[in-house]
């Protein structure tokens, strides 16, 4: 939240008169309160001569073609001449008789523009009357030239001390469990704390703030017929109304300076007016014409495709959990969010209403974030508003407005609801002291709880504890040690590190994950981190059946994206966003890996037992047993080129036998035998899809993507991948070192004809078992196809490399187990050996 220095520390000044601190120690005050700040910056230093003038005359030139004007005004004694000071200048929200801020000849203006006597439309303009931005006030360009009270001063005097240049802007970061600090209310009352000060509330003082509330009338009857839906969750609903405004007052140079400093524009008088009071009490407002309100109120919630157009001109579809104030016309605003079109402050207004609300803060989140619609009234009310202030605000405003222009506050005041009591919090008065290892005297626990405003009756140690309107966050007895302790000073508590407690290291399924990270990344994957949310139509779009598994996902209720709005039982939807994205910027090789846990729903949702009393053990389990089944899987994508072509030969683009070894890749770094079998599986291509199985267990797949697929998501053609559950795979841990022969080991070959509808993997298999214990690695090299083969055959050729390690094998046992891996093949497969 921005707020100037002087704003907050003004306010305690009340009761503090001699209060003052350097920017420095006032960023420190925050700091030790809990709130850190995004940084500090004084307003722009203007130099030079800058002083208050009176326009005495205006002539307008009509010449040109753009509207200038030629101002004559009166500077005083301050140009050394006591004559009127002619300056040109094209703003038109000033007239005769108006007091202004004028910077003459030799004045420097914040960002080094040096004021000078020039010529300019045919007229020599010596100096500037200056606006709001121009003096650094605030970085919008279309704020209007600065009228002053025709009290602040006399023509010629130093406008510095008028405007309160001598200033500093913070940003203050208030975290979402504290909203009440979004206001200089809330903000002085904590710096109170934090310099040991007393504290006024402003919301029971309003002359604190300069305002006088002895001009608004004691409410007496109702002002409209309000009708508040239950189902709106709306807590409390005010309308207070002032007639016969002058509708061309503007807000006095003091709000529009507050409003500025705190990043807002100012507009009309009313609108500032809501402004100012929700800077000030943490109380969003909305102003109305209430020329255009018709019949009486009602809240309720929205029809679906309701539409409804907002202050910012946007056409809106509202959702049937949408909160609308309607008149008899149709809606006149999105509650909590923002107001409409229909009933705004325009220039012709006289009569307003001034409404202030106090709305559930989770319907206002999600209608906030449903339409993309964050304004600083919604972050107000999302965080919790302080519902005793309803009637204050209303009456504060009325009291503004009247003295900005004129009118009359009604009498009539209509406000639904009441202040809802606030929940009683039993403590031990030595909690803090234990939690925190530090001795807090009964009596300070007490006073810290009293400063943010509790209300506490003690019973010996036994202490109770009702927090105040404006602190929702404070519900149980560690909110309450958590106020003590941080006003106390968070730094005095020791620092004792624990003792560490000898373990075993990383657990064998953490191994085993970063032994496959590494042997993926290690075989050139880059790794990614795979969003857990994917496509509502992802496996539509991969044409799977109704029944298919992977369909069995878990649906999130409140989701970042609404077309996202699922969690992966597969992590390749991702890993397939992410190819698209490289391959969009040009990069057309990519080969990543990603190890996340995918989630499939297990049951229906339990509902969610009572915090009165600890759950059942039965309960507990219940609740267990409906949390999403969470394997871990580990995948791989990969498209273009795999060996670049050069110098050194031809390139190798990825396919499908290099998706299949990366699933290999795994398996040795998880240490298990991995089998592959051809298989059928979407997103994968039919002829060209392995299933991966371990101990019998199909536990992935691997091969190259469907092309429908591919096209549907504007992959590369040939596009591979291999995906494979990591968590199914035994767990085993192989401490003793292998067992190493110091003999030569003996390679033979043989090439087997079978027919061609047998996998080679099954005859690599018979090959292992035929050739017994003796053989240390078997590999298929080649595949060869011949008319003198035949038709319908092919011959597979495999080196054997024999190892005995307690002696040298001889080519005769190396024959005879070559041999032996002939016969059991022509058994099992009718297998020929080629000579």
């Not at 140079?253 to 507009?267: A, D, I, K, T, Y």
């Not at 496959?516 to 050139?524: M, R, W």
């Amino acid at each position: 939240m921005l707020i100037a220095q002087n704003w907050v520390t003004g306010l305690l000044r009340h009761a503090n008169p001699d209060f003052g601190v350097t920017p420095e120690e006032l960023d420190a005050g925050y700091v030790r309160v809990g709130f850190e700040t995004e940084g500090y910056e004084p307003i722009p230093e203007t130099t030079g001569p800058l002083v208050i003038g009176v326009v005495a005359k205006i002539e307008e030139l009509t010449q040109f073609k753009k509207p200038i004007r030629y101002c004559l005004v009166d500077v005083g004694d301050a140009n050394g001449t006591g004559e009127l000071q002619g300056i040109v200048c094209g703003a038109r929200n000033f007239a005769e008789g108006d007091t202004v801020v004028v910077s003459l000849p030799g004045a420097v203006l914040p960002g080094g523009f040096e004021i000078a006597a020039r010529e300019t439309y045919d007229h020599v303009s010596n100096g500037m009357i200056c606006s709001a931005s121009e003096l650094g006030f605030t970085e919008k360009q279309n704020a209007g030239i600065i009228t002053l009270d025709p009290t602040s001063g006399k023509p010629g005097e130093d406008a510095r001390a008028v405007l309160g240049l001598g200033d500093t802007v913070f940003d203050v970061n208030v975290t979402p469990d504290r909203g009440y600090a979004l206001s200089a209310r809330g903000l002085a009352r904590e710096l109170a704390s934090a310099f040991g000060l007393e504290y006024t509330d402003v919301a029971k003082q309003p002359q604190v703030a300069g305002v006088d509330l002895s001009g608004v009338p004691a409410p007496a009857g109702e002002l409209l017929d309000i009708d508040v839906r239950p189902e709106t969750k709306t807590v409390r609903f005010g309308l207070r109304k002032v007639t016969g405004i002058d509708p061309a007052a503007e807000s006095p140079l003091w709000m529009q300076r507050e409003l500025m400093l705190s990043g807002q524009r100012p507009v009309n008088a009313a609108t500032d007016v809501t402004n100012y009071l929700m800077l000030l009490l943490g109380q969003p407002m909305h102003a109305f014409d209430a020329t255009r309100i018709t019949g009486g109120l009602t809240v309720r919630t929205a029809e679906a495709g309701e539409k409804f157009e907002t202050l910012d001109h946007v056409v809106r579809d509202l959702d049937a959990e949408d909160v609308v104030i309607c008149d008899d016309t149709g809606i006149q605003s999105l509650a909590g969010v923002m107001g409409g079109t229909r009933s705004e402050i325009a220039d012709d207004t006289t009569d307003v209403y001034f409404e202030a609300a106090t709305w559930d803060p989770k319907t206002v989140a999600r209608t906030s974030r449903r339409h993309k619609l964050s304004s600083e009234a919604s972050r107000r009310f999302e965080r919790g508003v302080d519902p005793a202030v309803v009637e204050v605000a209303l009456d504060m405003a009325c009291a503004l407005l009247a003295e900005i222009a004129g009118g009359t506050v009604e009498a009539q005041r209509t406000l639904v609801g009441e202040v809802p009591a606030m929940p009683e919090i039993t403590m031990d008065a030595g909690h803090p002291s234990r939690l925190a290892g530090v001795e807090y005297s009964r009596e300070t626990v007490i006073a810290r709880l009293e400063e943010v405003g509790c209300a506490v009756s003690a019973d010996g140690d036994r202490l109770t504890v009702t927090p105040p309107t404006w602190r929702p966050d404070l519900g149980i007895p560690a909110d309450l040690v958590e106020e003590v302790l941080r006003l106390e000073g968070l730094e005095d508590i020791p620092l004792v590190l624990p003792t560490p407690v000898g373990g075993r290291g990383l657990s064998p399924a953490q191994r085993r994950r970063r032994a496959v990270g590494h042997a993926l990344a290690y075989n050139g994957y880059a790794e990614i981190l795979p969003s857990p949310f994917i496509a509502n139509d992802t496996f539509d779009a991969w044409g799977l059946t109704a029944d298919d598994e992977r369909r069995n996902a878990v649906t999130v209720q409140n989701p970042l994206e609404s077309d996202r709005a699922i969690l992966g039982t597969t992590l390749l939807p991702t890993m397939l966003d992410a190819v698209v994205r490289n391959v969009a910027r040009g990069r057309n090789d990519v080969a990543l890996f990603g190890l996340q846990q995918v989630s499939f729903a297990r049951a229906e949702r339990s509902p969610m037992p009572s915090v009165a009393q600890r759950p059942s053990g039965e309960t507990v389990a219940e609740l267990i047993g409906t949390l999403p089944h969470q394997p871990l899987h580990v995948a791989t994508v990969a498209t273009g080129n795999h060996e670049h072509e050069g110098p050194w030969g031809q390139g190798r683009v990825y396919s499908w036998a290099d998706a299949i070894e990366s699933a290999r890749v795994v398996a040795r770094a998880a240490g298990v035998e991995l089998d592959v079998e051809s298989a059928e599986q979407l997103p994968w291509h039919p002829g060209r899809c392995a299933a991966l199985l371990v101990d019998g267990r199909v536990v992935g797949h691997a091969g190259e993507l469907h092309p429908q697929v591919l096209e549907t998501l504007g992959l590369p053609a040939r596009t591979c991948a291999m995906e494979l559950d990591l968590s199914a795979l035994p767990l085993t841990e192989n401490f003793p070192a292998p067992i190493l022969s110091s003999y030569p080991g003996l390679h033979q070959d043989i090439a087997l004809v079978v027919d061609e509808d047998i996998p080679a993997e099954q005859v690599r298999r018979i090959v292992e078992e035929g050739a017994g214990e003796l053989l240390e690695e078997v590999k298929l090299f080649d595949v060869y196809r011949s008319e003198q083969l035949g038709e319908g055959k092919k011959s597979l050729a495999f080196s054997l490399l024999f190892r005995a390690t307690d002696r040298t094998l001889t080519d005769e046992e190396a024959n005879g187990h070559r041999l032996a891996v002939a016969e059991l093949a022509a058994e099992r497969v009718g297998a020929e050996m080629r000579g």
